[in-house]
């Protein structure tokens, strides 16, 4: 039996406009579509096959506002079968190292949790940096930009992929690993699938259940701030070159003149 947990994050729509509040440099959520992080997606599939070949329970635990019930909705008709849902308003601006503080928290409420998964890098913040964090405060191993993840007895061996190569790791369970975009293709929710999540149990717990400090989270006492956004300018149209016998040279001349060869 292997009890695992996964943290899904609920992000803008990756092929929507996403903009940030002109106030306080927060994500405009209301600017785009909402969806289960792919990178999630991906994390929750990983769990259901361990599910599928050791037995045990799938939860996931997600922090956001009350729409993320939409994204924690979708991993419970994937297959997993219960969710913690992290909901209070004073979470709202909250930078890596409270989420992080926060999710740990929320983890602590969760008996017989051998293994937690998380998607190495959210495609909104892109911090990259919760799963060590947790690893941090809940003082377990951790396991990261695995491809390849195999749990046997009381340890997990992984594949991780770096630029510098691929490392294969092990760890001792209870352990945190996130996954990158290689680790499996994730299951299309079946109709059975959908109708079974209207029923499983989603618990909201707020900062006072998981005793955490209101004053702990929150834009206003973030250890790091935005304190500006530029949006990237438009592409400027590209430069043509006409092949009258010397393209390639005026290809390389071009790529040199780019630094990129
Ligand atoms: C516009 C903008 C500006 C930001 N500025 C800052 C800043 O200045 N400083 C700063 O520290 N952070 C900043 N953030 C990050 C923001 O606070 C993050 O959403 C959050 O703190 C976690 O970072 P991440 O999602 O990038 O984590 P990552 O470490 O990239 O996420 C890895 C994995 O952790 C899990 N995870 C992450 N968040 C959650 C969650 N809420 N619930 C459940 N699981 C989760 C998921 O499995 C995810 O795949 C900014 C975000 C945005 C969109």
Known sequence: MTNVVVLIKQVPDTWSERKLREDDYTLDRDAADP???????RAVEEALLIKEKHGGEVTVLCAGPDRATDAIRKALSMGADKA????????????????????AAALGTVEGTEIVITGNEATDGRVGSIPAMISYYLGIPQLTHLRKLDIEGDKATGERETDEGVFTLEASLPAIVSVNEKINEPRFPSFKGIMAAKKKPIETLSLADLGVEADVAGVANAATTVTGATPKPP??????????GDGGNAVAKYLIGQKII
Do not use: F, P, W
Not at 35 to 41: A, F, G
Not at 235 to 244: H, I, L, N, Q, W
């Open 235 to 244: 592409r400027a149209a590209g430069e043509k070159v006409a092949d009258e």
């Open 35 to 41: 969806v289960l992080d792919e990178i999630n997606e």
């Open 84 to 103: 913690i849902h992290v909901n209070d308003e004073s979470l709202h601006g909250s930078d890596a190292i409270q989420t992080a503080y926060v999710l």
